[in-house]
């Protein structure tokens, strides 16, 4: 694999200049997240995209985000910074599950892992505590880093950790007593919170030598503030037989036994344990996950960024690879590019193999405001872009199908006009109603009310005008089909 520097610095990109993104507004909220510049291709599968947006946008606009396929708003999450927004599986059920808490500017962070149910109830939070050293110094309330919140089938969660820590880096050119990010993950039990268990990358030298990062240890790292990040842990899942890790800055997996110590490495440099079949090269990947597991064999699907703010390969690719545990060989499956839309990603992304959908895979391009999904074939069959280039970004991408029916009642603004009213009505995050009814009241508390007019839903929010309206009183009601899902409460006008 041939490297060349790039002439952009980190400088230079952090000197870029947003160019204002179009946003959504409303009268019934003041949401006002990003629009989706969307193009369709091609069928796509079912589900809504889900996104966490962060960087040059509007502030009420940075929230764990969800939209239907035609970019319409369906759900916005509370203004923080949020990451790792996806659907997952606990004790049987779907959830959504997302990080929020504050970004390292060097790429980790610190925050607390937040669980909700299918009316948005937050039914579970996990935090992490512990002795654990921050660049400054600070005490967090929760250590938990940004790149991973993986439910397992046993209802625990699994999450990064990125501790600073003092460490001898003289075999690599350094000092005796310099700083490095010792790259971590717990085992959480999600209904008590407690640690189940821990691992360390720096305990395990012998098999993950920082001699063979390919992040350099420069001048300016090695201090407690700038610590040395050999590792940059960003995913980890169970297995058959343990945990599969994802380290960007080794350009490998591993695959790790229940007890920790690693079984084998699978590298995008040279295939470590394994001997390359075709084009299987990958560096600075982000998600790697494991599929259709045996004891003979499986498949590994990543994020290939192939590019750092410093360093470029080329474009961006989704890949799969098929993993012969017999023969000792790695084997390319697919490499996922839109020739007509290269992408260099130099961070974050998330490959997602859709469900039932004949090999469709959903890309998000981390860095890259854009999400991509591909068919069996390797063709782009839908894209959506949601911000300027290397100003917003999303940590993961996804499509999922989800249903949902708030706990909160739909919101309503009445707005005056000269021969009458406009009525604007949204209901955040639900997914399943189709139509709204509209009622005038007699008064605040008035329960006997009168339907005076129904609209289809439309996107987001929908709007009905209304002229000689003889009460001062409105409510209206979220209904799929006949069967009222929710109700608003009466405002005045």
């Known amino acids: 694999m041939t490297h060349w520097r790039h002439t952009a610095s980190i400088a230079f990109l952090l000197s870029l200049r947003a160019t204002a993104w179009p946003y959504s507004s409303f009268k019934s909220t003041g949401f006002q997240p990003p629009k989706l510049e969307i ?21 009420s606009g940075q929230a764990a985000l969800i939209y239907d396929n035609n970019g319409n708003l369906v759900y916005e999450g509370p203004q923080e910074s949020v990451s790792n927004f996806q659907v997952q599986q606990l004790n049987g059920n779907d959830v959504i599950t997302f990080w929020s808490g504050d970004a390292v500017s060097i790429g980790y962070g610190y925050g607390s892992v937040h669980i909700l149910d299918n009316t948005y109830q937050e039914i ?14 600070s005490q967090k309330n929760s250590y938990i880093d940004l790149h991973e919140s993986y439910i397992t089938p046993s209802n625990t969660l699994l ?107 699978v590298s995008g440099d040279n295939g470590a344990d394994f001997r390359p079949v075709g084009q299987t090269n990958f560096a600075w990947q982000h998600d790697l996950r494991v599929s259709n597991e045996t004891d003979d064999s499986m498949v590994l699907t990543l994020f290939n960024n192939a590019n750092t703010p410093t360093w470029s390969e080329g474009p961006s690719t989704g890949v799969s690879l098929a993993i012969d545990l017999t023969e000792k060989t790695v084997t390319s499956l697919r490499s996922l590019n839109d020739p007509s839309d290269p992408i260099r990603s130099v961070s974050q992304g998330s490959y997602q193999a859709l469900p039932d959908s004949n090999g ?17 074939d390797g063709n782009v069959v839908f894209s959506a872009a949601f911000g300027t280039s290397n100003t917003v970004s999303s940590y993961r991408g996804f499509r999922y199908q989800w249903s949902a029916t708030p706990f909160w009642k739909p919101s309503l603004n009445v707005t005056r006009t000269s021969s009458g009213i406009v009525v604007y009505m949204s209901w955040n995050g639900a997914t399943d109603y189709d139509s709204w009814a509209v009622y005038s009241a007699s008064s605040a508390n008035s329960t006997n009310n009168q339907q005076i007019s129904s609209a289809k839903r439309t996107g987001f929010e929908t709007s009905v005008t209304l002229n000689n309206v ?17 109700t608003s409460d009466i405002v005045a006008f």
């Open 159 to 265: 999450v990064t950790v990125y501790n600073v820590t003092q460490h001898d880096l003289t075999s690599i050119g350094g000092n005796s007593s310099e700083w490095i990010l010792d790259g971590q993950f717990y085992e959480i039990d999600i209904a008590s919170n407690q640690i189940i268990k821990s691992w360390s990358a720096l305990d395990h030298q012998d098999s993950i030598p920082l001699n063979s990062s390919h992040q350099r240890l420069s001048r300016s790292a090695g201090t407690q503030a700038n610590p040395y990040d050999a590792y940059h842990v960003n995913a980890v899942s169970t297995t058959n037989h343990g945990y599969m890790i994802s380290l960007r800055h080794m350009w490998s997996g591993y695959y790790l036994s229940s007890d920790g110590s690693v079984l084998w490495q």
């Open 360 to 376: 469709h895979v959903f890309i998000n391009y981390g860095s890259i405001s854009k999400v991509k999904e591909f068919d069996g």
């Open 470 to 486: 003889t009460t001062a009183y409105i409510q209206v009601a979220a209904l799929q089909g006949s069967n009222v899902l929710g």
């Open 39 to 59: 193009a369709h291709t091609g069928p796509t599968d079912p589900g809504f995209i889900f996104l966490g947006p962060r960087g040059a946008i509007q502030p």
């Open 124 to 137: 579970h939070t996990v935090t992490l505590t512990g002795n654990f050293v921050t660049p400054d110094g």
